[in-house]
C-alpha cells in the first residue's frame, strides 16, 4: 500500500479528515482502477431502477412458495419465518446500499469485499454469487413453464414452450440494458398490480365479501391453529412446532432472494447515488406490505392443512390465494393469477440472468475471471458475459427428462444456500467498510444513502445468515442421506475452496482500516450525478412517489 495527496473540496465526502488531505492508494496489481476498460454505459433510468428494487425478482417463490411455508408452518409459524429472514434481506440491502452510494461502479460488493475485506473473499463470493443466480434462470423458466401446464397440460408440448421461454429472456438481455429496464418495468407493474390485488380479494374472502358470503376471520388460526408441526417429533408438540419454523425459512430466502440486484445495477443506472439511495428506502415498506402482510392474508384464508396446499402442481392451483377463491366460489380469477404468476417467473428469470452477467463482467474487469468476459458492445453491452450466462437457461430443459430432473434439483438446492453467502458477505463487507470510513475519518453520514442502525444492521444480518448455512438442512439429522447432506452442505466447502484458492495463489491478506482505499477508480457525485428538478404539479409529484 502506498500514500498519496490529493485535495478536495471541503464539501467533498471524499475529504479524509482522519490525515488531512491524505489517502490511501491501493497498488495497482489490485486492479481497483478499471475506469478505462469499464465500458458499460448508464442507461437505465430513475423509473426502471424504482420499479426493478419493488418488484424485479418477485417470482414463484412468493406467489406459490406461501402455500408451502404455511403448510409448512402454519399462518404464524410462516409470519415469524418471513419476517426473520426479511428482516436479514433488509439488513443486507441497506448494507449494500451504503456501499453502493459511495462506489457505484461495475462488479459491485465482490469487488467491495475484495477492495475492504480481502482480494481472497472477493473472488470467493463472486464466483459462488455467479453460481447462484445463474442457476436461479433455469429454475424460474422451469417454473414458468409449469404454470404453463394450467391450460396445457400435454406433457409433449413442454420442450417447445421451455424453448420459447428461454429464447425471450436471452433475448431481452441481449438487446441491451435498455430493454431490460423496459421490460423489468412492465412486468414489475404487473406484479405489484396482482400481488395487490391478491391481498385486498384475499381481505374481502376472509371478510366475508366473496359469492359465498362466509365470514371467515381469525376462525383458521383456532382451528387447526397458528402453529404447524414439522412431523420429526410428534411426541415433542412444541419443538416440532419450532422445528416447524425453521423448516420454512429456506423456502421464505428463496422469495427475498435477488433484492439487492437494485446495487448490482448500479454502474449502469442514471444518478446512480440519488436513485439507489430512494429505491434502498423504500425496501422497508416493500417487504411490509407485499411479503408479510401478504402471508398475513394468506394464514386468514385458508388452513394449513388444507389438502390442496399438499398438492405440489407448480401452477396457480396451489397458489393458497386460488384455493381460497375456489373454496367461495369465485371463478374467474384463478386463470388470470397463473398467467400473471407466469409473467412473474419470466421477469424473475430475467432479473436473475441480468444479475450473473453483471457479477460474471466484474469479475473479469479486476482478473479474477477471464479476461474474455470484459468485451462490450459499442452501446455498453457485455456482450460475452451475457452469452455465457444464457447457456445456463438451456438447463431449464434437464427438467423435462425425469432422469435429468433429480440432477436439476440438486443444483436448485446448492443455489439457494449460495444466496445466504450472498448475504452473509454483504454484511461482513459492510462491517469493514464502516471501521475502515471511521478510521480514516471520512464522514459517512454525507453519502446520499446511509442508515443510523448500522453497523448492529450488518452484525444481525451475518449472524443470522451463519445459523441459516449451518441450519438449512437440518431435516436430514431425522432420516440421513449421503445425497441430502451433500445439496445441504457442500457450499460450505466449495465457498471456502474458493477463498483458500485465491489467497494461496495470489498470497492475498486481510485489509486493516488503515489500508483500505476509499477513492482509487470511485468516481466523484459531481461525475455521477446529473442536475435533480423536482417534480410540478400534481401527476409529476404522483410519478415522482410511485417511481
Known amino acids: 500500500m502506498s500514500s498519496e495527496e490529493h485535495k478536495y473540496d ?66 404464524l409459524g410462516a409470519l415469524i419465518a418471513y419476517a ?18 459511495h462506489a457505484p461502479i461495475s462488479g459491485t460488493f465482490p469487488h467491495f469485499a475484495a477492495r475492504w475485506v480481502d482480494p481472497a473473499l472477493g473472488f470467493a463470493v463472486g464466483w459462488n454469487y455467479f453460481y447462484t443466480n445463474v442457476m436461479t434462470v433455469p429454475v424460474e423458466i422451469s417454473g414458468a ?7 396445457d397440460s400435454n406433457p409433449n408440448h413442454a420442450g417447445i414452450y421451455t424453448a420459447i421461454i428461454i429464447v425471450f429472456a436471452c433475448a431481452t438481455n441481449i438487446f441491451g440494458v435498455r430493454y431490460f429496464g423496459e421490460a423489468e418495468f412492465v412486468f414489475s407493474l404487473i406484479k405489484l398490480t396482482m400481488i395487490t390485488g391478491l391481498i385486498i380479494v384475499g381481505l374481502i374472502i376472509d371478510l366475508g365479501g366473496a359469492p359465498n358470503h362466509h365470514r371467515l376471520g381469525f376462525q383458521y388460526w383456532k382451528n387447526p391453529g397458528v402453529f404447524a408441526g414439522a412431523g420429526l417429533e410428534p411426541t415433542h408438540i412444541g419443538l416440532d412446532r419450532f422445528l416447524g419454523v425453521l423448516s420454512v425459512i429456506v423456502q421464505a430466502s ?32 416493500r417487504i411490509l406490505i407485499f411479503y408479510m402482510l401478504g402471508i398475513f392474508i394468506t394464514g386468514l384464508i385458508v388452513p394449513y392443512n388444507d389438502p390442496s396446499l399438499l398438492q405440489s402442481t407448480g401452477t396457480a392451483a396451489e397458489s393458497p390465494y386460488v384455493i381460497a377463491m375456489t373454496r367461495a366460489g369465485i371463478k374467474v380469477l384463478p386463470s388470470i393469477i397463473n398467467a400473471g404468476v407466469m409473467t412473474s417467473a419470466f421477469s424473475a428469470a430475467n432479473s436473475f440472468l441480468f444479475c450473473s452477467s453483471r457479477i460474471l463482467y466484474g469479475l473479469s474487469l479486476r482478473g479474477q475471471a477471464p479476461k474474455i468476459f470484459a468485451t462490450c458492445t459499442s452501446k455498453g453491452l457485455p456482450i460475452v458475459a451475457v ?59 454525507k453519502l446520499h444513502y446511509y442508515n443510523r442502525l448500522q453497523p448492529w444492521l450488518s452484525i444481525w444480518g451475518l449472524t443470522w445468515c451463519i445459523i441459516f448455512i449451518l441450519i438449512n438442512g437440518f431435516k436430514i439429522f431425522w432420516n440421513f442421506t449421503a445425497s441430502g447432506f451433500l445439496t445441504s452442505y457442500i457450499n460450505i466447502p466449495l465457498f471456502l475452496g474458493l477463498y483458500v484458492y485465491w489467497k494461496v495463489v495470489k ?15 470511485i468516481p466523484t457525485p459531481e461525475e455521477t450525478e446529473g442536475p435533480y428538478y423536482p417534480p410540478e404539479g400534481f401527476w409529476q409529484k404522483v410519478a415522482d412517489t410511485l417511481f
Not at 491478506?509 to 476509499?518: I, L
Request: glycine share 10%; proline share 2%.
Open 507 to 521: 498470497k492475498t491478506k486481510v485489509w486493516q482500516p488503515d489500508e483500505m482505499d476509499f477513492f482509487t477508480g
Open 10 to 75: 471541503a464539501s467533498s465526502i471524499e475529504k479524509n479528515q482522519h490525515d488531512g488531505d491524505v489517502h490511501v492508494v491501493a497498488d495497482r496489481k489490485h486492479q481497483f482502477d478499471v475506469a478505462s476498460i469499464d465500458l458499460v454505459q448508464r442507461r437505465l433510468k430513475q423509473r426502471h431502477v424504482q420499479m426493478i428494487a419493488i418488484a424485479g425478482t418477485l417470482g414463484t417463490g412468493l406467489f406459490l412458495g406461501s402455500g408451502n411455508a404455511l403448510s409448512g408452518a402454519g399462518p
Open 254 to 285: 428463496f422469495s427475498f432472494q435477488g433484492m439487492e440486484i437494485v446495487a448490482i445495477a448500479a454502474s449502469e443506472t442514471e444518478n446512480p447515488r440519488r436513485n439507489i439511495a430512494k429505491a434502498v428506502r423504500r425496501v422497508f415498506y
Open 84 to 101: 426473520l429472514v426479511g428482516s436479514v434481506a433488509y439488513s443486507s440491502l441497506c448494507s449494500i446500499g451504503e456501499m453502493t452510494s
Open 387 to 445: 452469452a455465457c450466462s444464457s447457456l445456463f437457461a438451456l438447463l431449464a430443459l434437464m427438467n423435462i427428462s425425469s432422469g435429468a430432473e433429480t440432477v436439476f434439483n440438486w443444483f436448485v438446492n446448492l443455489s439457494t444456500v449460495g444466496g445466504f453467502f450472498g448475504w452473509g458477505s454483504i454484511n461482513l463487507t459492510y462491517y469493514y467498510f464502516y471501521r475502515g470510513m471511521k478510521y480514516q475519518g471520512i464522514d459517512r453520514t
Open 145 to 151: 413453464q409449469i404454470l404453463i401446464t394450467y391450460w
